[in-house]
């Protein structure tokens, strides 16, 4: 596939890259020339230096053969003229980031719909889904549902002095009682092992599980951890994250207090929210989120502009007894250093924008693909076609590359946990877990 990428930002490089891992022909505008350096160095891209905007250069990128276009620079207007310009070329799919939510409400006369453009996405909204979905369950650092969440994909932190640690992943799975569950894999010490059943649980290890929803009570307490809705909810920084996040916690009955120091934000927000608490000083304060009770929060979500004032707030609130820190960063390379901290979820608005471009990329007989925050790892969803080559055939006779892992299958609306002797189906949606650099693998035994 050819895809034409413009702009050279953290969203469009991270584009660049698993896209161009894919064998995808990738050719990335930007009007940096240092930025297009850096990705052309690292990266088999092509670089075109120019606005993404102007018809000389979209033609010099050879607009009219790319099957798909993707606008994500930080100007909202330029992204939407390029698609519209691309539109013009021919190009049956288009994609574009904007920030102002104006554009994404129904009834604008300049929404998607109206506009031809296939997806809109904006940061800040996708980011405050995330962080709601993640305080929903307590002790997991990421969570990624599947058959219109049915099927979950969870990452639990198996701390020192949990009692499964020393005991091999088969045993695991021999004390389970009437539900099920697989362990698909295991982040230890920055590297991604997809287990086999003699592996050892370790401490500090990071464990992915794919299980059905209505399990995961069950699951949960086999690992000796007890996930629940959030008390109450200190949030750092009264931005549009956090405005969004405050109203969905709202909806859910839990004590929300939103810290903010500007005073005019903070009287818009206490218009805006009908039971918050909005609080106004520096989220850095000690002392003010002492009296406020931030030792008995159950979770903290810092979501200011800057990322030294998120990482240092969520310290602050850990050392003075918060249960659990959620924390933005703009820096998506940061992710893996902030668990050694202390910080339990570190979120990069521009990788989580970054994965749901993909997962529309992607759209197919592969319906979804995740990639994991802090990991080296991604997560297929993938529709098993009659004309498939593996189709009725048992699992463990399909010679699945290393580092991939069938963690579910749905059939019928009916979710199966598999074991080898699992007959794939035509029909059957699989749940396949894996490394990124056995994707191009992946997806070449997919489309057999």
Request: overall charge negative.
């Amino acid at each position: 596939m050819r895809i034409v990428i413009m702009g050279a930002g953290e969203v469009g490089r991270h584009l660049c890259q698993q896209l161009s891992l894919e064998d995808h022909e990738v050719v990335l505008i930007d009007r940096n020339p240092e930025h297009l350096r850096r990705v052309e160095r690292e990266l088999n891209i092509l670089a075109i230096e120019g606005n993404g905007a102007s018809a000389k250069v979209l033609e010099q990128a050879e607009i009219s053969k790319a099957d798909l276009f993707i606008a994500v620079t930080d100007i909202d207007e330029v992204n939407l003229i390029a698609c519209i310009m691309a539109k013009q070329y021919g190009v049956l799919r288009r994609v574009a980031r904007v920030r102002n939510k104006e554009y994404l409400a129904a009834d604008s006369p300049v929404n998607e719909h109206r506009l031809g453009i296939d997806l809109l996405i904006n940061p800040d909204q996708v980011m405050a889904q995330e962080i709601l979905k993640i305080s929903r369950v307590s002790e997991a650092f990421e969570i990624v549902d599947f058959a219109h969440g049915e099927v979950l994909l969870v990452g639990y932190h198996i701390k020192e002095g949990n009692p499964t640690c020393g005991i091999t992943l088969a045993d695991l799975r021999a004390l389970k009682g009437l539900y099920d569950f697989v362990v698909v894999a295991i982040v230890r010490s920055g590297n991604t092992i997809i287990p086999r059943g003699s592996e050892r649980i370790q401490a500090d290890d990071r464990l992915y599980l794919v299980v059905q929803r209505e399990d995961m009570a069950a699951v949960e307490g086999l690992l000796n951890v007890r996930s629940h809705l959030p008390k109450r909810v200190f949030i750092i920084g009264g931005g549009q994250v956090g405005l969004e996040v405050a109203k969905g916690l709202e909806k859910e009955r839990v004590d929300v207090f939103l810290v903010e120091s500007d005073v005019r934000r903070c009287e818009l927000l206490a218009e805006w929210l009908d039971n918050t608490v909005v609080l106004n000083f520096d989220g850095l304060d000690a002392q003010d989120l002492i009296s406020e009770g931030i030792d008995k929060a159950d979770l903290l979500i810092a979501v200011t502009n800057g990322d030294t004032t998120n990482i240092l707030a969520s310290l602050l609130a850990k050392h003075h007894g918060a249960h659990k820190c959620i924390t933005r960063i703009s820096r998506p390379d940061f992710i893996p250093l902030l668990g050694k901290l202390g910080i339990d979820v570190a979120l990069s608005a521009r990788l989580v924008a970054a994965n749901m471009i993909l997962r529309f990329v992607r759209r197919g007989v592969i319906l979804s693909v995740a990639t994991l925050l802090g990991s080296d790892a991604e997560v297929v969803e993938f529709v098993v076609s009659e004309r498939w080559a593996y189709a009725g055939n048992r699992l463990k006779s399909i010679h699945f590359p290393l580092g991939a892992n069938v963690g579910a299958i749905i059939r019928g609306g009916d979710v199966v946990i598999p074991s080898g002797d699992t007959v794939l189906a035509a029909g059957d949606r699989l749940i396949i877990f894996t490394i990124k650099k056995a994707v191009p693998m992946v997806e070449e035994l997919l489309s057999s």
